[in-house]
T-cell receptor
Framework: DAKTTQPNSMESNEEEPVHLPCNHS???????IHWYRQLPSQGPEYVIH???SNVNNRMASLAIAEDRKSSTLILHRATLRDAAVYYC???????????????FGTGTRLTIIP | DGGITQSPKYLFRKEGQNVTLSCEQNLNHDAMYWYRQDPGQGLRLIYY???????QKGDIAEGYSVSREKKESFPLTVTSAQKNPTAFYLC?????????????FGEGSRLTVL
């Protein structure tokens, strides 16, 4: 399974942009890049996903490197509510049985400084 | 409202007892997943199912069992064979094939073995 690597923790000041990196050097052509975040004592929630092109939604932006071996989740203006653990995972596009072994790493714990 | 429901939210068990955690979804999703999370750690996949009457082992299936008799239900049994069952358990569901689909998580079940 293709794996992802993220920094264990990051800090950012409130109301400033945050760039959360993710390395996935063994990504395959059929892997989508997904980001989730988890608040304390809650289940993770979906943030954004993409394949090749950069993506924007109301929560964040996803910048994907041209070679797809890395990506960056961008929170444009961090608030205290953005303090969470952020996970970057890969999802295979191929509809084969057994390929949905979705693996989450330890993620990046984002701390927002007031 | 559509969503995924886990019960109970908190559960205490004596050593040597089996316990079953419930996971129900009304999203009409084909795929369902069980994850385990230990304090300060990421999510580890226990079992997953892409279709009714079929399921696959994840990375840490030993000491756990599941069934998928109905599309909307994916209960997890923590057996007495699981050596360290105290953890936060998360259930998730998704459309399948799910390349662009997001995972929807329940609120989790926190199991404590006394």
């Amino acid at each position: 399974d293709a794996k992802t690597t993220q920094p264990n923790s990051m800090e950012s000041n409130e109301e400033e942009p945050v760039h959360l990196p993710c390395n996935h050097s063994t990504i395959s052509g059929t892997d989508y890049i997904h980001w989730y975040r988890q608040l304390p004592s809650q289940g993770p929630e979906y943030v954004i996903h993409g394949l090749t092109s950069n993506v924007n939604n109301r929560m964040a932006s996803l910048a994907i490197a041209e070679d797809r071996k890395s990506s960056t989740l961008i929170l444009h203006r961090a608030t205290l509510r953005d303090a969470a653990v952020y996970y970057c995972i890969l999802r295979d596009d191929t509809p084969n049985f057994g390929n949905e072994k979705l693996t989450f790493g330890t993620g990046t714990r984002l701390t927002i400084i007031p | 409202d559509g969503g995924i429901t886990q019960s109970p939210k908190y559960l205490f068990r004596k050593e040597g007892q089996n316990v079953t955690l419930s996971c129900e979804q009304n999203l009409n999703h084909d795929a369902m997943y069980w994850y385990r999370q230990d304090p300060g750690q990421g999510l580890r996949l226990i079992y997953y199912s892409q279709i009714v009457n079929d399921f696959q082992k994840g990375d840490i299936a030993e000491g756990y069992s599941v069934s998928r008799e109905k599309k909307e239900s994916f209960p997890l049994t923590v057996t007495s064979a699981q050596k360290n069952p105290t953890a936060f358990y998360l259930c998730a569901s998704s459309i399948w094939p799910a390349n662009t689909g997001e995972l929807f998580f329940g609120e989790g079940s926190r199991l404590t073995v006394l």
